[in-house]
Nanobody, 116 residues
C-alpha cells in the first residue's frame, strides 16, 4: 500500500515563503514517475499547480510561474514545492500527487493560508 504524507503548510503573510514536502512510503516503492502539486479552495475544483517528470522537466500554471519551484528527491521518494512571494489568492489546500507503478496516488492535503 502506498501512502503520501504532506507537510509544510501554514499561515504566512503576503510576500512570504513556504516549502511543502510530500514523501511516499509503502512496500514496493523503488521510484516514481511524474509527480505534481494541486490546490483546492473549498467549494471549487482542484486545480493543477506544478508538475515534474522523471527527467526533472517542470511545468507550472501561469499563476505561479516565477514564484513557485517544484523539485524531487528520488532517493527519498519525495517532492517539494518552494513557494515564494505568496499572495492571498494562493490560499488553498495543497495536494501532492505521484504516479507510482502506473497508479496515481494523492496526499491528504495541507492548508496554506496567506494573509494580506
Amino acid at each position: 500500500q502506498v501512502q503520501l504524507v504532506e507537510s509544510g503548510g501554514g499561515l504566512v503573510q503576503a510576500g512570504g515563503s513556504l516549502r511543502l514536502s510530500c514523501i511516499a512510503s509503502g512496500t514496493g516503492i523503488y521510484t516514481f514517475n511524474a509527480a505534481g502539486w494541486y490546490r483546492q479552495v473549498q467549494g471549487n475544483q482542484r486545480d493543477w499547480v506544478a508538475r515534474i517528470d522523471g527527467h526533472r522537466i517542470t511545468n507550472y500554471d501561469d499563476s505561479v510561474k516565477g514564484r513557485f519551484t517544484i523539485a524531487r528527491d528520488n532517493a527519498k521518494n519525495a517532492i517539494y514545492l518552494q513557494m515564494s512571494n505568496l499572495r492571498p489568492e494562493d490560499t488553498a489546500v495543497y495536494y501532492c500527487q505521484m504516479n507510482i507503478r502506473g497508479g496515481n496516488y494523492w496526499g491528504q492535503g495541507t492548508q496554506v493560508t496567506v494573509s494580506s
